[in-house]
C-alpha cells in the first residue's frame, strides 16, 4: 500500500506502507541431463546461485528472505502495523504540521497517532515519520484514513487526507457443544463438558500456543487435553501442535461448580454463562495472532421443581438378588415447601422391594433429603433403573424418572468366579 499525494497541489507527500513479515524466497528450480546441450551448466548454476539451499538446489524453497510485494491478508486477532511517512516534497520550509491516523471499522472509529501535537516545522527534504499498532478485533471492511494539515510560508492552512481501504478475514472457524452430565458418585452437583472444534481455514499452517477456557465466576475447569506419561504431561496432539490450512482439532473441557454454588442446587441448575475461549497462535514466521470468544452460553438443564440423583450405585449385581441404591431429591423451588409421596413401579426386568406410594414428608424450598430403595433384576444384562414417581400433594403433580442409570446384571456363578 503506497500512495504519494501530488507535489502540484501540496507541498506534502504522504507515503502509507503496511508492516509485514518478510517470506521466504522461492525460486524455480532449471536443470537438465548431462548429455543435453547445455550440459552441466544449468546444475552449476543453481549451485552458484547464493538464493539456493546447498545441498538441496532442486527445491523451490531458497534460504533468503523476500520483502513483501502486496498487501498481503489480515487475520481476525493480528496487530495491524503500518508505517507512515510525510516528505517535504518543496524548497521551502512548512509550519505547524499535524499528521492524523483513524482506523474506521463498520461499528467505531479509532485514533492510531502515537503523538497529537503538531510539528513546529518540516525543512525541505526531511520527513516526519510514525508507526502504528492495533490488534485486528472485528471482521470486515476496515479503512485508514490518514490527514496531513500544515501552514505555508505565507500564512495558508492547508489540509488534506488519504483513504486506504483493507478486508479483515476470520482465521478460525471456532464450534462447541455442551453436554450435561448428571451427578457422579462422588459430587452432588452435575459437570459440564465442552468440546471445542477449532479449524484453521487460513492457507497456511498454525502454531497453536494456547487454547484455554476461561470459565465463569460459577465453575473451575479442568483441561482434558493431555495425557500422562511416566509421570509427566504430554499434550494429546503431540510435541509440535501445528495445525494444517483447513483442518479441525477438538478440545475438551470438563467444569464443575464451585462448592459455593454447588450446594444450591436452585441456583446453579439455571446458569446458562459458561465462559470463554482464550485461543494464542502463531503463523509461519512467528506472527502472533489472539482470539478470545464472547461468553459461551448453554441450555440449562430441566430440572422442573424436583430433581433427583444417584448417590450410590453398584457396577454389577448378581441377578435376582436384592441390592441397595442411594437416590438423593432436592426441591429446586426457592420458595414452595412441597409434600412428597414415593410410588415405584416395576418393569419387564427391574423389580422394587419395598412399599410403594409412601410419604416423604415435607421438604422445604432449597433443601435435600436421602432415600436407600432396594430392588432386584429378573433379567441379566445391561439393565435400565426406571419407575421411580414423586408426587406432590400440595398441587397434585407427579414427576416421572426413568432410565435414571444403568446396572449389569449377571449370573451368581460368574461373579463369583
Known amino acids: 500500500m503506497d500512495v504519494t499525494q501530488p507535489k502540484q497541489e501540496h507541498l506534502l507527500a504522504l507515503k502509507v506502507m503496511r508492516l509485514t513479515k518478510p517470506t521466504l524466497f522461492t525460486n524455480i528450480p532449471v536443470t537438465c541431463e548431462e548429455r543435453d546441450l547445455p550440459g552441466d551448466l544449468l546444475n552449476q548454476l543453481m549451485k552458484d546461485d547464493p538464493s539456493t539451499v546447498k545441498g538441496a538446489e532442486t527445491l523451490m524453497l531458497g534460504e533468503m528472505l ?7 491478508n489480515i487475520f481476525l486477532g493480528e496487530t495491524f502495523s503500518s508505517y507512515i511517512s510525510v516528505h517535504n516534497d518543496s524548497h521551502q520550509v512548512v509550519k505547524d504540521i499535524l499528521v492524523k491516523a483513524d482506523l474506521q471499522t463498520s461499528s467505531q472509529r479509532l485514533n492510531l497517532s502515537a503523538s497529537t501535537a503538531a510539528v513546529a516545522e518540516l525543512k525541505p527534504d526531511c520527513c516526519i515519520d510514525d508507526v502504528i499498532h492495533h490488534e485486528v478485533k472485528e471482521i470486515g471492511t476496515h479503512i485508514l484514513v490518514c490527514a496531513v494539515s500544515y501552514t505555508t510560508q505565507t500564512g495558508e492552512k492547508m489540509y488534506f487526507r488519504k483513504f486506504f481501504k483493507f478486508q479483515v478475514l476470520k482465521p478460525l472457524d471456532v464450534k462447541t457443544k455442551f453436554y450435561n452430565a448428571e451427578s457422579d458418585l462422588s459430587s452432588v452437583t452435575d459437570e459440564v463438558f465442552l468440546e471445542a472444534q477449532i479449524q484453521n481455514i487460513t492457507t497456511s499452517p498454525m502454531f497453536m500456543e494456547k487454547v484455554s477456557l476461561e470459565p465463569s465466576i460459577m465453575y473451575n475447569v479442568a483441561e482434558l487435553n493431555a495425557v500422562s506419561r511416566s ?3 504430554m499434550s494429546t496432539f503431540g510435541t509440535r501442535t501445528y495445525l494444517q490450512p483447513m483442518d479441525t482439532r477438538q478440545y475438551l473441557y470438563c467444569l464443575k461448580p464451585k462448592q459455593e454454588f ?3 442446587a436452585g441456583v446453579i441448575k439455571g446458569v446458562t454463562v459458561i465462559g470463554k475461549l482464550d485461543i494464542v497462535w502463531k503463523t509461519n514466521l512467528g506472527e502472533r495472532g489472539r482470539l478470545q470468544t464472547s461468553q459461551l452460553q448453554r441450555m440449562a438443564p ?4 424436583v430433581r433427583l440423583s ?15 441404591i442411594t437416590c438423593k431429591i432436592t426441591n429446586c423451588s426457592s420458595e414452595r415447601t412441597m409434600d412428597l409421596v414415593l410410588e415405584m413401579c416395576n418393569t419387564n426386568s427391574i423389580h422394587w422391594c419395598g412399599v410403594s406410594g409412601r410419604q416423604l414428608g415435607k421438604l422445604h424450598p432449597i433443601s435435600s433429603l436421602h432415600l436407600t430403595l432396594t430392588l432386584l433384576s429378573s433379567v441379566q444384562g445391561l439393565q435400565s433403573i426406571s419407575g421411580l414417581r414423586l408426587t406432590d400433594t400440595f398441587l397434585k403433580r ?7 442409570a444403568q446396572v449389569c446384571v449377571v449370573s451368581s456363578k460368574i461373579k463369583e468366579n
Do not use: H, R
Open 66 to 72: 523476500t520483502l513483501p510485494q502486496n498487501f498481503g
Open 231 to 233: 509421570g509427566e504431561s
Open 398 to 404: 407427579t414427576y416421572e424418572y426413568d432410565d435414571i
Open 302 to 305: 430441566g430440572y422442573g421443581d
Open 262 to 264: 454447588a450446594e444450591k
Open 310 to 324: 444417584l448417590e450410590t450405585i453398584p457396577d454389577t449385581v448378581n441377578v435376582e438378588e436384592p441390592f441397595d
